[in-house]
Structures are given as C-alpha cells and as structure tokens.
C-alpha cells in the first residue's frame, strides 16, 4: 500500500511541475519601470515562454488583488471585452491603467497588482502562472535600500541609501562596516555599460549615503539606454576572532525610468 501511495505522489508531483512549466516563464515589464496608485502605467507580458499561451490570441487580463476591476473580469471560460489587451509584438501584449481608478480604490490602499493572462476561454490552464507588481508609495517609506528621488531616469542625479537597521535577509550586509559601493550599470539589453567606485557619507544610526549621476559619473556610449543600477557596498567585518576582514553586501537593484 505505502508502495502504491509512493507511485502515485511521484506521479501526481510529476503532473504538477509539468502543468507548471506549461504556465511559467512570463515575461513582465512595465512603463514607467516605478509607478504609484496614481500614475498611469503600461505593463507589456511577453508570453513567449509560456507553453500554454505561445502564439495565442488575443489575450485577457484577469485580475483580483487588491480588488475586481469594475467592470469585472468575467466568467473564466469567456473573458470580459473590457479586459482584452492590447498586441505589441508577437507573443507581447499589454493593458495601460492608473491602478486606483482602474480598482476603484484609494491610492494608500493599492500597493500590490496581482494578476494573471488568459486566453478568453481560459479551460485547460490556457494562462499563465499570478503575476506580481509592488506599487510604490506615495508617502515616504523607509527602506533597508533606496534613493531619492524615487522614481529617477538616467539623466537624472540622484542620492542613494543604505540603512542598515532595516536590512533582514543578509547577515553580512547587516553587520558590516560599509566605506564604498561599487556601482554597476546596464543597458536594455542587459550588457554591462559601466562600473564605477563611490565613496560612502555615514549619516549616523547605521545610515549611509552616496551621490550618483547616471550619465555624468560613467562613460556610456553614445544611444545606449541605461535599464538598471547593481550596487554592491564593500567594507569589513570582524571574523570569528575579532579580526576585521574584507566583506561586501547582497547586490542592491535600482530600475531607471524611461523619464521624458
């Protein structure tokens, strides 16, 4: 009996990581890369990894959190028109909204969008895996890593911050005596265009701060689109016998907003 039972957890686990694999690999990105409940945003969903929705068309959004869009997503097996997205490309498709009036919600109250894709007619896992996008606040919330302003493009100078009272995930980057960060850029196609050291401003209570000008700072080939910043502190650490020791942080990521 223990034999049977055995058998068939593999087969059901099996099943289950092939259904997986069938709603997986989207593709998310959004315009602007940082937006608020009240910003108007464009999330694009590339779907050409996901077996199940590969060259389908069209495609639906389907969306419950923080709240059922008015109006409603529909019934599962025929989707709302109202939630039909628009094609970008092959197997690209996007919905352009502000999420407090798109929820019907206050801003303070939309700060996660979850969601998925379908076909209309979504019977038989035609969809993908949920989908999540935090929205950034309106009013200042302090982070463990962050920079102001908090929505920033790649022409834009900006401070960048370390608070390590607020770091939970890392050990090293929590007790470490940080002095510099090395700061690395990318472009859109997520080639290295850039890597540059700064020096850190303790500001006291385990707070630190270093300037930061995309374009001033780098050497970036000219019509090259910075996507992102990986900032990586360096400094030390006591060892185990109270002995300082080189140490860096867990890479930090700051996405670069398409600003006009």
């Not at 709603?23 to 409940?37: D, E, L, M, Q, Y």
């Not at 996901?50 to 639906?60: A, Q, R």
């Not at 028109?81 to 303070?108: C, H, I, Q």
């Not at 929505?151 to 995930?169: F, P, R, S, W």
Request: charged content about 20%; proline content about 6%; aromatic content about 10%.
């Amino acid at each position: 009996m223990k034999k049977i039972f055995f058998v068939f957890a593999l087969v059901l686990t099996a099943f289950s990581y092939r259904l997986m694999a069938q709603t997986s690999g989207a593709v998310v990105t959004t315009i602007p890369a940082n937006f608020t409940a009240v910003d108007q945003v464009k999330i694009i969903v590339d779907v050409s990894n996901v077996g199940n929705l590969k060259n389908k068309e069209p495609l639906y959004v389907w969306t419950w959190h923080p709240n059922d869009p008015a109006p409603g997503n529909g019934e599962w097996g025929n989707s709302n028109e109202a939630r039909k997205m628009t094609k970008e490309g092959t197997n690209k498709w996007s919905w352009t909204m502000k999420p407090a009036d798109f929820y019907g919600l206050v801003p303070a109250a939309v700060t996660q969008i979850r969601f998925l894709v379908k076909a209309k007619d979504g019977t038989g896992d035609i969809k993908s895996s949920d989908i999540e996008l935090n929205v950034a606040p309106l009013i200042f919330v302090p982070t463990a890593f962050r920079t102001f302003p908090t929505v920033a493009g790649q022409n834009e100078i900006m401070k960048v911050y370390l608070d390590q009272t607020l770091v939970t995930t890392d050990l090293t980057t929590q007790r470490m005596n940080p002095v510099s960060a090395d700061v690395f850029l990318y472009s859109n196609t997520n080639a290295l265009v850039g890597e540059i050291n700064k020096p850190l401003q303790s500001l006291g209570n385990k707070l630190f701060s270093f300037a930061v000008f995309p374009r001033g700072d780098f050497n970036i080939p000219e019509g090259t689109i910075i996507n992102k910043m990986i900032v990586i502190y360096k400094g030390t650490i006591l060892d185990v016998n109270g002995a300082a020791v080189t140490a860096n942080s867990q890479p930090f990521e700051k996405l670069f907003d398409d600003l006009k």
